[in-house]
DNA sequence: ATAAATGTTTAGATTTGCCTAAAAAATTAT
DNA sequence: ATAATTTTTTAGGCAAATCTAAACATTTAT
């Protein structure tokens, strides 16, 4: 059965709030994501009920069925190819990628997805240290670390971010930071959070909102 | 102002169409090109002609305004240059593109399509040998000759399709013909207009309905 | 345990794009 | 010139996706 882009755009949303929220995504809550009010959601819930896309019962939230999560997930991977190839061929910077991706995620080609993929060379994470499910929905979810949570004198790896909003990857783009810089803790402010780093030679200061939305991995780990 | 894609896909279909009726396309002409009803097509009518994207007066057809003509133009930039991203890139027959593009054309973004205008190396013509529109909207109208308007012993090179069919397409690929080919014309029956050509070496024979949907160029012209 | 607050659903409208059936205008044929 | 035919428009409805306002459930606090 054919999904509306609408439909599609409820089955992402409700696969990325299920990580947050296991026991079934509420109706505010969605609404929120979703941009919209929490009647239009409760209509919307009712029509992917019947479709079998999730198991909804009034007043309990919403989880994905099993074929809405491979529904969701095919939205998820042609999203992230999409972004990559912005990047990677047409000379995007990853905080001009999203809204066009939003766009191109809902095109409904078996084929096209297959060959961006092959294109694109089988990749595994997107532009913002994503990862790209493959061809059969399979995609890692690795534990990533937050540079944050890193100590002083260790030296870590930017492999991704949890804010991909245009603002704060410009601010990244700013200062020197992308997927793969290099970052050292020189030294962490206990009285609110923020730390002092090295990247690339230069010493920065970098502030706890900042260190709870980039993702590193140590080195050598 | 935003278009929506069904507004999108009748001015596309007014432009393709204002060629065959330039003092105006009825209602009825392009109900049958958007494969919908006539009363419906009056209702769109009157909404993009209130967006001022068409020129209507009840019961005289409809033709693209100045700013209409831009936007379908713009569309029809976009199919081309996708179909072209189709079969150059990602290994997509001829025959395979339409449906696709249908969907990708009506993307928003500027700089996606400069990009990717920019990506395919600003190319001219599309796989069915059809002008691409630059990002200012000019393209070339070659006066293009049918297969079946050349004569005895006279040597062309095919150039472009004029149906676009995937069943006509299909039906050139079995049978050697794409741009680019070299078609002699060994003999012409005056009876049913079929013609004998000589196609890189052998002699085939190819009926009228073919000739008048085969797009050539003369030899050395 | 009951009241207050929060979260969710229902009821009724709206807009877009489409439909059928019927009316009106334009064209064609006698 | 008038009748028949064709083309086009109007009128009234429907489904999708949204909204506001009001009703109903559930949770939290006293």
């Not at 509306?4 to 755009?9: K, L, P």
């Not at 990533?144 to 783009?173: H, K, P, W």
């Amino acid at each position: 059965m054919m999904t509306t882009f609408s439909e599609e755009n409820y089955l992402k949303s409700i696969f990325h709030l299920e990580k947050a929220f296991p026991s079934g995504v509420g109706t505010n809550v969605l609404a929120e994501e979703m941009e919209t009010k929490a009647s239009s959601v409760t209509d919307m819930l009712k029509k992917l009920s019947d479709k079998n896309l999730v198991e909804y019962k009034k007043y309990q939230g919403v989880k994905l069925s099993a074929s809405g999560k491979v529904s969701a997930i095919e939205v998820v991977r042609k999203h992230r190819l999409w972004e990559l190839f912005l990047v990677e061929k047409l000379n995007f910077g990853w905080d001009e990628v999203h809204d066009i991706a939003e766009q191109l995620e809902h095109i409904k080609s078996k084929k096209l997805t297959y060959e961006l993929d092959k294109f694109l060379g089988f990749p595994t994470t997107d532009p913002h240290g994503d990862p790209i499910p493959d061809s059969e929905g399979r995609f890692k979810i690795s534990k990533r670390t937050l540079l944050a949570e890193m100590n002083r004198d260790e030296t870590c790896i930017c492999i991704g971010v949890r804010d991909s909003s245009a603002e704060f990857l410009q601010y990244l783009d700013r200062n020197g930071l992308g997927l793969g810089t290099e970052i050292k803790i020189i030294d962490k402010e206990s009285f609110d959070q923020s730390i002092y780093v090295q990247i690339e030679g230069n010493e920065k200061y970098i502030s706890s909102k900042i260190a709870n939305n980039l993702y590193v991995k140590r080195k050598n780990e």
